[in-house]
C-alpha cells in the first residue's frame, strides 16, 4: 500500500499553489512568458496528494502525485528558481510542448505554476521509471535494446525535424511505460536548443559527453548540432 500524505509548510517543499493539469489553462496570465509574477498560484491542498519523491537532482525535485478531483496519477517537476530564471523553466515548459504530441515523447501537460522557491509543472507518470533502474548488469539483452533503440532514435529524429537538438540523451532520461520495453518515452527537455546555436558549455556528465567537446572547459563557447545528440544515442546503446 503506498502511503499518501498531503504537503504542508513543514515538508521538504512548502507549496503555495497548484493549478491541476488542463490543456486549456496555461497558468500563464497575460503578460511576458516566463514572468514569475504571472503564474498562478491555488491552494494544492485542495488539487493534489502527494505521494512520495521519486527523483531529485541538482536543479529540480520530482514527485509522484495524485489528483484529488480525477484520481489521476502525474508527476510534478519543481525546478529550484535560485539555480534557474523563470525564462529557462518557460522554455523548458514550451519545448515539451512543442515536441509533443508524439508517442515517445513525454507527454507534459500545459499548466505551469509556482511554489516556495520552485517553479512546477505536471507531466504524465512512467510507472515502470527510468531506463537506469530497468538494466542489469547484464544489460538489456539484444532484443530489448533494438525496442529501445528504434523508440528513442524516432523520437530524436522528430526532434531534429524540427530543427532542434536534445542535447541530454541519457538512461536517466528514458522513461519506461510498459515491462517489456514497448513503450518508452524520452523526457527532460530543459537542455534543449535550436541547431546552430551557439551555447556555454556547462559540466556534462562525462561518460555521455560528445568527444568534441570533452577537451573544452566549462563556460566555453561551441556551436549546438544535432551529431552532439546522436554521439549520446550511441553512448545509450
Same mark, same amino acid.
Given at each position: 500500500?503506498?502511503?499518501? !500524505?498531503?504537503?504542508?509548510?513543514? %515538508?521538504?517543499? /512548502?507549496?503555495?499553489?497548484?493549478?491541476? /493539469?488542463? %490543456?486549456?489553462?496555461?497558468?500563464?496570465?497575460?503578460?511576458?512568458?516566463?514572468?514569475?509574477?504571472?503564474?498562478?498560484?491555488?491552494?494544492?491542498?485542495?488539487? !493534489?496528494?502527494?505521494?512520495?519523491?521519486?527523483?531529485?537532482?541538482?536543479?529540480?525535485?520530482?514527485?509522484?502525485?495524485?489528483?484529488?478531483?480525477?484520481?489521476?496519477?502525474?508527476?510534478?517537476?519543481?525546478?529550484?528558481?535560485?539555480?534557474?530564471?523563470?525564462?529557462?523553466?518557460?522554455?523548458?515548459?514550451?519545448?515539451?510542448?512543442?515536441?509533443?504530441?508524439?508517442?515517445?515523447?513525454?507527454?507534459?501537460?500545459?499548466?505551469?505554476?509556482?511554489?516556495?522557491?520552485?517553479?512546477?509543472?505536471?507531466?504524465?507518470?512512467?510507472?515502470?521509471?527510468?531506463?537506469?533502474?530497468?538494466?542489469?548488469?547484464?544489460?538489456?539483452?539484444?532484443?530489448?535494446?533494438?525496442?529501445?533503440?528504434?523508440?528513442?532514435?524516432?523520437?530524436?529524429?522528430?526532434?531534429?525535424?524540427?530543427?532542434?537538438?536534445?542535447?541530454?540523451?541519457?538512461? %536517466?532520461?528514458?522513461?519506461?511505460?510498459?515491462?517489456?520495453?514497448?513503450?518508452?518515452?524520452?523526457?527532460?527537455?530543459?537542455?534543449?536548443?535550436?541547431?546552430?546555436?551557439?551555447?556555454?558549455?556547462?559540466?556534462?556528465?562525462? /561518460?555521455?559527453?560528445?568527444?568534441?567537446?570533452?577537451?573544452?572547459?566549462?563556460?566555453?563557447?561551441?556551436?549546438?548540432?544535432?551529431?552532439?545528440?546522436?554521439?549520446?544515442?550511441?553512448?545509450?546503446?
Amino acid at each position: 500500500t503506498t502511503e499518501i !500524505y498531503t504537503l504542508s509548510l513543514h %515538508d521538504a517543499l /512548502p507549496i503555495w499553489g497548484i493549478s491541476a /493539469p488542463s %490543456d486549456t489553462d496555461s497558468g500563464i496570465e497575460a503578460g511576458e512568458p516566463g514572468s514569475d509574477a504571472k503564474i498562478k498560484q491555488v491552494d494544492i491542498q485542495r488539487e !493534489y496528494d502527494l505521494v512520495q519523491l521519486i527523483g531529485e537532482g541538482w536543479f529540480s525535485r520530482v514527485y509522484l502525485a495524485e489528483h484529488r478531483g480525477t484520481r489521476e496519477e502525474v508527476v510534478l517537476k519543481a525546478i529550484n528558481s535560485d539555480l534557474v530564471t523563470a525564462e529557462e523553466f518557460w522554455r523548458e515548459h514550451q519545448s515539451s510542448g512543442q515536441l509533443w504530441p508524439h508517442k515517445h515523447i513525454l507527454r507534459v501537460y500545459d499548466t505551469v505554476f509556482q511554489s516556495d522557491g520552485y517553479y512546477m509543472f505536471a507531466t504524465e507518470y512512467a510507472p515502470l521509471g527510468d531506463l537506469t533502474s530497468n538494466i542489469t548488469e547484464l544489460g538489456l539483452g539484444e532484443q530489448h535494446t533494438k525496442r529501445v533503440a528504434c523508440q528513442v532514435g524516432s523520437a530524436l529524429e522528430w526532434i531534429h525535424s524540427k530543427g532542434l537538438c536534445h542535447l541530454d540523451v541519457k538512461l %536517466d532520461n528514458i522513461l519506461v511505460f510498459r515491462s517489456d520495453f514497448s513503450l518508452v518515452k524520452l523526457c527532460d527537455f530543459g537542455s534543449v536548443r535550436t541547431a546552430g546555436d551557439i551555447v556555454i558549455k556547462k559540466n556534462e556528465l562525462l /561518460p555521455y559527453c560528445p568527444a568534441e567537446l570533452v577537451a573544452r572547459h566549462a563556460n566555453e563557447y561551441y556551436q549546438v548540432d544535432r551529431v552532439q545528440d546522436v554521439f549520446q544515442f550511441g553512448i545509450v546503446v
